[in-house]
């Protein structure tokens, strides 16, 4: 390709070379997007043959890049510096696109001129039945999205877009400086919210988000993500994410996140309080409310993401 492609699909991956084929594929079948793309596969420290599957597909749009520093914000970051269009779309190395899912991407920046970003559903592809106890306030943290049939500007303090389905103005992306290393997954740790920062980021600037319906993706549910006890680890890793998040955005003092974390601390709720709600799905869910507000606890004594 010779000209800048409009759209580069960037790809994160360490250490998943079977699923590889299947999520590069579904960028351009069945049928091929009507806009220029390219495919930027980042491989963050395979040990498995990565390599060796990206070479074998020979696809034609596809350039590997290996980023040996480990962190899906370092990942993420390498993915967009790297590109050549100019909107760069994430697509999760598990993930597979809906037919049209390129050119979805061209029509919403072309619907709204305006917005930094764009996402749009995350459709579940469950790996064993969804347990009946799993209501749909917990099962977030599984990665699945809809925010209705409707296009519309979310609210980035209410809603969010998820890492499995987003796309960026790479103009926008060089204003907010990208993807905040203190945020994201680093080697078996949960922490999250690099996403949700940067959209948060996006739009105070000016740069709104936009959920684009049309713009959908399949995400696997394995069967251990639905061990009670892993759902309510990562609420638990919530929680510090999301006293990072905190603790950067009103640059706070360790005085101050001391503070915070007492008044978090005082409305958990005891294992006796969830325990005896009789119904299971609420019971659940206060559960895992807790383990989030714990998790928030832990960060904000802990001082993360203070300078």
């Not at 091929?32 to 420290?45: H, K, R, S, W």
């Not at 996006?202 to 049309?214: A, F, N, Q, T, V």
């Not at 974390?261 to 019971?283: F, G, L, M, W």
Request: hydrophobic residues 45%; charged residues 20%; glycine residues 8%.
């Amino acid at each position: 390709m010779t000209a800048a492609p409009v759209v580069s699909v960037v790809i994160c991956t360490k250490n998943r070379a079977a699923l590889l084929p299947a999520a590069i594929a579904s960028i351009d079948r069945p049928v091929p997007p009507t806009v220029d793309y390219e495919i930027l596969l980042i491989d963050n420290g395979s040990t498995d043959d990565t390599a060796a599957v990206v070479r074998d597909l020979a696809h034609p749009r596809l350039t590997y890049l290996h980023e040996p520093e480990a962190g899906i914000a370092t990942a993420r970051n390498t993915g967009w510096q790297k590109a050549r269009g100019d909107y760069i779309a994430y697509l999760d190395d598990d993930a597979t696109a809906f037919p049209g899912w390129v050119d979805a991407i061209a029509r919403a920046f072309a619907h709204d001129p305006g917005a930094g970003g764009v996402g749009g559903p995350v459709r579940p592809v469950w790996h064993a039945p969804r347990p009946t106890w799993l209501g749909d306030e917990v099962a977030h943290a599984l990665t699945i999205l809809d925010w209705g049939p409707s296009p519309q500007r979310i609210d980035t303090d209410r809603k969010w877009l998820v890492g499995a389905n987003m796309a960026f103005r790479k103009s926008a992306l060089q204003a907010a400086g990208g993807f905040d290393l203190r945020l994201g997954r680093l080697g078996s740790n949960l922490l999250s919210n690099e996403e949700t920062f940067l959209m948060r980021q996006l739009d105070r600037l000016g740069h709104g988000i936009l959920y684009w319906p049309s713009m959908q993706v399949h995400h696997p549910v394995p069967a251990n993500r639905l061990d009670p006890r892993w759902l309510v680890d990562r609420h638990f890793w919530q929680g510090i994410s999301d006293a990072v998040v905190w603790a950067i955005e009103t640059a706070a003092s360790r005085t101050d996140c001391v503070a915070a974390a007492a008044q978090v601390a005082a409305r958990i709720s005891s294992p006796d309080q969830v325990a005896s709600i009789r119904n299971q799905t609420a019971q659940f869910t206060g559960r895992c409310r807790a383990a989030r507000d714990a998790g928030l606890a832990a960060g904000l004594l802990a001082g993360m993401g203070v300078a």
